[in-house]
């Protein structure tokens, strides 16, 4: 008896020791990510990165565990931003150590989802989700009526270095910026994740796959979806002021339904099915929206397109095509997956740079000054008038489709294999 304790509580020890470990890799990488990226670029660009992370991951309590489809989430994002702009500016502000004003913002967004979520949560499905429109305008419309608190089409800006330094740290320069918001992102995604494991994150699954025999079990339906609902306006919050640290100013952008339709692209597109997919589609997102940016004028259109595909091809996100990939390398079969992938995926990335080249051709010939011809893309630069870099893009275009398709049953043949535990053929 006494030996099977023991081994219980080695075993109990190492699963606790293995579900801790990818935390403190977590951990670890955001303190060794301003060395490695030294740019003040790279570290806003970091900085921005995990603030739509705490957001989209906020977001997918609602959709990702409760199954609420939410349009207006930017809300409490915005009125917890708004909020700690206001403290800025005001006097009390100067004993207030800087750390702990996200989470003045995420009582306030709270507070709102708790008083939003008492009547949007009776609901379910295609209702809720009409009612989180109607709220997330209806805030939208009075951040322009209401110019005491929104500051109008201006917005309302502050400035953080008012706050008492702490621990002699007065956040003038981004990196102590970047290691505050790092640090709320770390507790903020523990948090979320320690709430997914509890009874009530449990019941918020059930509710969203079976609401009907959560009924029966005994569960109210409502007051799950409302506690989830709360929560989520609590982390959105945190969001709301980590933004506020980070841009020391508030607009209408921040709570509309632009702002809420972004957050919802982000998190199908890691996957809402995974608690880290929200992660993954923040990543992606905002080195889209930054880098990409900077080298085309028409990057929502591929994110758009990224978008797309991702709901059409893979439904469970970035993260749920990587889960997929868990089975062959626990077999030890994925190396039966590389050359297929590679004859599948290059060709396949041949036709979308293709497809891409053709697009920034016509958009700069339709687009451009007059007797601007010249342009440069992929790092060469050519004439648009010149018909070599349109046919170029064609044949990248059409051969590397036609090699994609050719060789995606082989990939899908191998993908079969390697999902066996001998990787035999059948």
């Excluded at 080695?10 to 060794?32: E, H, N, T």
């Excluded at 608190?149 to 008012?162: A, I, L, N, P």
């Excluded at 981004?174 to 992102?185: F, K, P, R």
Aim: glycine letters at 10%.
């Amino acid at each position: 008896m006494q030996s099977l304790e023991k081994t219980q509580t080695r075993s109990d020890g190492g699963v606790s020791m293995k579900s801790a470990m990818p935390w403190i890799f977590s951990a670890v990488m955001l303190v060794l990510m301003p060395f490695i990226f030294q740019s003040n670029s790279a570290i806003t660009i970091m900085n921005q990165m995990a603030i739509t992370i705490v957001f989209a991951l906020s977001y997918n309590m609602l959709l990702g565990q409760g199954g609420m489809l939410s349009f207006g989430h930017a809300v409490y994002m915005g009125v917890g931003g708004f909020v700690c702009v206001h403290v800025m500016n005001w006097e009390i502000f100067g004993s207030i150590p800087l750390p702990l004003l996200p989470l003045l913002g995420g009582v306030f967004g709270m507070i709102l989802a708790s008083m939003v979520g008492y009547f949007s949560t009776r609901k379910a499905g295609t209702v809720f989700a009409m009612i989180s429109l109607g709220v997330g305008e209806l805030i939208a419309a009075c951040s322009v009526i209401i110019v005491v608190f929104f500051g109008g089409e201006e917005g309302v800006s502050g400035d953080r270095t008012y706050g008492i330094p702490f621990f002699g740290v007065e956040f003038l320069s981004q990196i102590e910026v970047y290691y505050l918001t790092a640090g709320w992102l770390l507790i903020s995604a523990l948090l979320m994740y320690l709430f997914s494991r509890t009874p009530i994150g449990r019941m918020a699954n059930a509710v969203r796959d079976n609401p009907e025999r959560a009924e029966f079990l005994g569960y109210s339906s409502r007051w799950v979806r409302y506690n989830s609902f709360v929560a989520a306006g609590f982390f959105a919050g945190i969001a709301g002021g980590l933004f506020a640290i980070n841009y020391e100013i508030l607009t209408e952008e921040n709570l509309n339904l632009t702002t809420s339709g972004s957050i919802l692209l982000v998190t199908f597109l890691g996957g809402v099915g995974v608690f880290f997919g929200p992660v993954v589609g923040a990543i992606v997102f905002t080195l889209l929206q930054t880098v990409l940016s900077l080298e085309t004028e028409i990057w929502s259109l591929y994110v758009g397109a990224l978008f797309v595909a991702t709901v059409m091809f893979f439904p469970s996100g970035l993260a749920g095509v990587m889960q997929l990939h868990i089975a062959p390398i626990k077999l030890g079969t994925w190396r039966l997956l590389v050359m297929p992938y590679i004859i599948t995926l290059v060709p396949a990335i041949i036709c979308i740079l293709g497809l891409s080249g053709l697009i920034e051709v016509l958009f700069h010939a339709r687009h451009a000054a007059i007797g601007e011809t010249e342009m440069t893309l992929f790092w060469v630069t050519f004439q648009h008038t010149e018909i070599l870099p349109w046919v170029v893009f064609a044949v990248m275009a059409v051969v590397g489709f036609w090699l994609a398709r050719k060789n995606a049953p082989q990939m899908m043949d191998a993908w079969h294999r390697a999902n066996k535990p001998d990787g035999a053929d059948t």
